[in-house]
Each structure stands twice: as C-alpha cells, then as structure tokens.
C-alpha cells in the first residue's frame, strides 16, 4: 500500500536532509508506529506520504515514494483526498473554519465530494458513534475541549474511509476513555484493510496494538521490527525514545536476580506481571524463603 | 494561599456550565496537577487564573489580589500561562524576541531581562534555536518556546496546559528536571495532564475534575488507593501502579524505584509487601 525506495528529501532551508535513504513497504491492513527523537523526519515521512510535502512545502526528494501504486511526485495532494486521510498533532489547525457544529464540521469533506445526503449522514452519524461524539453533534467545533477537537479532527479523516491513515499523536490531548475509543477504531479499521500509520511518542498503546514499530533516527530507519523486538532495543533512549516503565523495571530487575535470564522483556502490563509473578515464585522455591 | 477560588461557576453563553462550583487553595510552591476527563472544565478553569474568562459567579483570588478585579496584562504579572497549543501564543520572528517579550513588555531592567531570556533558553534545551524562527521549528521544539517565554516572565505562578504533549524522551526529561528546579526555587505549578506517570512522578498533589466539581483532591498516592475515589478506575494510571496491583500488593506504587524495592522485599519475604515505603524516594 505504501512503498518508499530509496527515497530522500531536503527542505529549500534545509542545510541537511529530512529523509536519508528510506526503503519502506507497509502493506494494507498493518498498524505501523513511526517513533523517533523530535527532529528525527516523522513529521516528514507524515507529509510525504499524505502528499503534502514536498507538494505545498517545497523540497527537492530523490527516489520514489507511492501510495495504492500511485507516485507520490507525481500527484497532486488534492488527488489523494479520499485515499489518504491525514489526522496532525494540533486538531484546531484542522478545523474547516466554516461549519458551525461537530456534526457539520463532520460532513464538511463529504460535501465537497459530492457525496449524497442519505450516505453523508450514514457515515457522519457512524463515525460520531465511534468515537463517542454524539452527544456533541450540535456544539460549535470551537466550544469543545482540545481533547474533543482531537477526536474530531480523526473523525473528520475517518468519514472519508481512506485507505490511508496516517496519525501523528492522535491521542496526545485525550483521557483513558478516549484513547481507548481511538485504538479500538484503529483496530477495526485494520480489519477492514485500512493502512494506519502512527506517530506516537507514548508507546504503552503502539505496543499493544501495533503490528510493527519503525524508530527514526536523523531522517534514516535505524530500527523496523515487531514491538516486542524494537522497544526493548537497549538503544531505544540512544533513539531519543523512552522505553516503557515495564521494560525498564524488568531490565533493571533482571540485574537482581528478579527476573529470568530467558524471559524476553516485556512490553504490555501482561507479560510485565506474568514475568514478575513467574519471578517471584521461583525466588521463594529458589530460597525457600 | 497563593491560589483561592471559591465556588467559582463558570456558564458559557450557549448554556454550557464549564464549571458548577469549584472551591480549591493552593499553598505557594506546591506542585498541583489537574487531571479530568475531556470536556470536564480544566482548560476553563485555568483561563479563569489569567483573566481570559471571568466567573459567571464566585470568587478567584491569585496572589492575595481578587482577580476579577484584574486585568489580563496585571495577572500576567502573577501567573504565567503556557497553552496546550504553541501556536495560540508565539508570534515574534525568533525564538531570542519571543522569548524577551514578556520581560520586556513587563518593564524589567535590561541585565534582569537578559538573565532571565538566557536562563530559559537552556534548561528549556533551546540556547541553539535562539536566532531560529519558531515557525521553522517542530512542534515539541514550539511548546518548548512557549513554555520558555512564560518561565522569562519570572512569575511566582506557572500553569502547564498538557506539557508532554509533543515531547520525546529528552524533552520529557528537561520537563522533569524544570518542575523540580521551580519547585526549589519556591515557584507554584499547576499542570492540566493527562499523563499519570508524569504526574505521578513529579507533583505532590492531585486535584481531579468531573463535569464541572472538584472530584479528588489530595495525595496522588492516596488517590491512586482508590478507596476514597472510584473515579480512579477511569483513568490511565500510572504504568507501575498498575504493575504492582497485577502482582496483587495493596498499596500503589508509582515510580520503577519503588516497584523494585517493594519487589525486592516480596521477593525475600515471599509475602506482598503490606505497607507502603516512602514513594518519589
């Protein structure tokens, strides 16, 4: 779905690449967490692939970059409008500026597909129910909170039904609840066939529900692999990444004797109290205290 | 008490009540961090300590003075505000005269204004972007150029609107170490967050919010008990918390020193740890 070769960039003010050399392909149907320092190319790789960089940034990209099989230098962002929905880190700079309530504010892109009523509201209403913003729908977009701006600006990207998403932080401004509704969505969108590409800088979430974690390093890939690989990577704070507490608690137990040499280290709550508890017991057989 | 608000109600003119009576004080150099569901009236709360909204009814008090009597450029001298969204507060051409506005527009003497800009410059890791144009900056790199021009302004109150948002591993790190340092230099923060492990780990004491009312208000250890607030339950709580309670130990624990201690003990007792060690040790 998406397949990068070779692919590098330079901003016009740039004094050094955004991208170096990046070789990706994230077929359809896979959740991939980009993670990485500020400053590591995510925001790039974002706008590359949701066709606005180089497109309405300027920039000089070698190699290719193609999304559903289309080169990306040579389409136009508003060509990847319905195939590629793009949710950014600040949800008020996504807001149309024109549209009154949550529910309008929702319809806004369909209207401008031309999209028919009866199927306009179907998919408005739907999305509202996902991601618990019904009881909003008649709110001025401006009169929420920054955390309901944030689940309605993914709901705006969500009733496009792209075959793309591509998230950065989506969930940075939003309590358990919301979060929790946001990953739920993700995962059935992978189950539909959608590609979700997500930046995040908190990783508790991105290891459960990621198929694959990327790590960006100075515009280059220095690490691709399944989260339980990637995040208990030794480098991953090198990386500019803070490794999750359950990690750090098992590598540093391990160091005592308290966890077992054999086990991988954990990166979800389970395995952490699974290889804690697993710990534990072996410690009181061991001692026979 | 260097914050009062008392039975503050906030009514927003659609009809919206933001805030239904909401009474909290605030020692000076205390570490408070606002935590609440979406839509529970943080953000309104904090706007009311820098004179961007006014009560619909109640009293605000920052600093010994009422602040309804205030205007917004007096408060500024009182509390410093850094927004959740950098770009609804930058606008100078570099980072350097974003960052000495405030100073300046507060009439402090020149050596007082460049010790000031310097000194928020390095402990928010940004002394290298001073000629850079905020705009040319990445969005973590732009909150931390708003927080820097509001610790400029050298105010004895600080609140925080979602200050890890945005900021990877070495951010977070300097953000800790901040909130420390003020905290020794007897400055007041207020953080709104919904990120329990950093506030967990950094701040002494929790003030939680729901539909508008003062749900919890104490110790985040206590809180993190949840015996005296079921609210609890819906939040994210921190990563150790619950480790430690998926390991079947009564008392919470908060940071990873404080799990590897308690698990230390379990370990060669054999029993769960009944009683708490001193947490953030």
Known sequence: MIEFRNFSLTYPTGSRPALR??????????????????????????????????????????????????????????????EVGLVMQNPFNQL?????????????????????????IRRVEAVMADLGLT?????????????????????????????????????????????????????????????????????????????????????RIVADGPPTDVLTDPRLAEWGVAPLRYTTAARRAAERGLWEADRPLPVTLEAAADGFAAALKSARTAGGL | MVLRIDSL??????????????????????????MGPNGAGKSTLARHLIGIARPTSGTVEVDG????????????????????????????????????????NLGFPADRRTALTTWALRVTGLTAEADSHPRHLSFGERKRVALASVLAMDTP???????????????????????????????????????????????????????????????VERWLEGAEDPSVSAFEQPQMTRLGRGLGWPAPVVTVDSFLDRLT????????????????T
């Open chain 1, 21 to 82: 050399e990046i070789d990706l392909v994230v077929p359809r149907g896979q959740i991939c967490a980009v993670v990485g320092a500020e400053g590591a190319g995510k925001t790039t790789l974002a706008g590359v692939i949701s066709g606005v960089v180089p497109h309405m940034t300027g920039g000089d990209p070698t190699g290719s970059a193609r999304v559903g099989g289309r080169l990306l230098a040579k389409t136009q962002p508003s060509e990847l409008v319905g």
């Open chain 2, 265 to 280: 003990d379990h370990a060669e007792t054999g029993v769960c740890p009944p009683s708490p060690r001193p947490l953030n």
């Open chain 1, 96 to 120: 149309s500026g024109a549209r009154f309530s949550l529910r309008e504010e929702l319809a806004f892109g369909l209207e401008n597909l031309g999209v028919n009523r009866a199927e306009m």
């Open chain 2, 157 to 219: 109150i600080i609140v925080l609107d979602e200050p890890t948002t945005g900021q990877d591993h070495r951010s977070v790190t300097l953000l800790e170490e901040l909130v420390g340092d003020l905290h020794k230099k007897g400055k007041t923060i207020v953080a709104i967050t919904h990120d329990t492990d950093f506030c967990a780990e950094n701040f002494d004491r929790i003030v939680v919010l729901a539909e508008g009312r003062v749900r919890w208000d104490g110790p």
């Open chain 1, 135 to 219: 009881a909003l729908a008649s709110l001025s977009p401006y009169e929420i909170s920054g955390g309901q701006q944030q689940l309605l600006a993914i709901g705006s990207a969500l009733v496009m039904r792209p075959a793309v998403m591509v998230l950065d932080e989506p969930t940075s401004q939003l309590d358990a609840v919301g979060a929790g509704l946001v990953f739920d969505t993700l995962e059935t969108l992978r189950a539909r066939g959608v590609t979700v590409v997500l930046f995040e800088h908190r990783l508790e979430r991105p290891a459960r529900y990621a198929d694959r974690v990327l790590v960006l390093g100075e515009g």
């Open chain 2, 65 to 104: 003075r009422d602040a309804t009597g205030l205007g917004i450029a007096d408060l500024a001298r009182s509390v410093g505000f850094v927004f959740q969204n950098p770009d609804d507060q930058l606008h100078a051409a570099t980072v350097a005269k974003e960052v000495g506005f405030g100073p300046r």
């Open chain 2, 9 to 34: 109600i906030h009514r927003y003119p659609n009809g919206t009540t933001a805030l239904a009576g909401v009474s909290l004080a605030v020692r000076a150099g205390e570490r408070v961090a606002i």
